[in-house]
C-alpha cells in the first residue's frame, strides 16, 4: 500500500528546466523526510537533496546548488524537484525517497525513478 512515485522526467537541451514530481501515500508524509537521489549509467547513486521534514531547511549536493529546489505540499502528499540551468552530467534516473523512524522503527521507501536525459 506505500507508493512512491515519480514523473516529470524527459529529455531538454543544456540550459533547459524539468520539474520532477514525487506523490506519495501509504504513510503520514507530513512527518518524513523526504530525498532527491539520481544516478548516472556507470556511476554511483548520489544524493541531491534532502527536507529532513516539511517546513525543514533543504540541503543541496554541491553539484546542484543554485539550479536545483526542493519543495513539497503536504495537502497534496507530493514532493518536487526544480530543475533549472541543466548541463549534460545532469543526465540520470531520478529517484524519490521518503524515510524516517516511527514507532515501529526505521522506513525507507523508494520510487522506481524518472529518467531525467539533458543533451542537443
Known amino acids: 500500500q506505500v507508493q512512491v512515485v515519480e514523473s516529470g522526467g524527459g529529455q531538454v537541451q543544456p540550459g533547459g528546466s524539468l520539474r520532477l514530481s514525487c506523490a506519495a501515500s501509504g504513510f503520514t508524509f507530513s512527518r518524513s523526510a523526504m530525498s532527491w537521489y539520481r544516478q548516472a549509467p556507470g556511476k554511483e547513486r548520489e544524493l541531491v537533496a534532502t527536507?529532513?521534514?516539511?517546513?525543514?531547511?533543504?540541503n543541496y549536493a554541491d553539484s546542484v546548488k543554485g539550479r536545483f529546489t526542493l519543495s513539497r505540499d503536504n495537502a497534496k502528499n507530493t514532493v518536487y524537484l526544480q530543475m533549472n540551468s541543466l548541463k549534460p552530467e545532469d543526465t540520470a534516473v531520478y529517484y524519490c525517497?521518503?524515510?524516517?523512524?516511527?514507532?515501529?522503527?526505521?522506513?525507507?521507501?523508494w520510487g522506481q525513478g524518472t529518467q531525467v536525459t539533458v543533451s542537443s
Open positions: 525517497k521518503a524515510f524516517g523512524w516511527a514507532t515501529t522503527g526505521y522506513y525507507d521507501y
Open positions: 527536507s529532513p521534514s516539511a517546513g525543514g531547511r533543504t
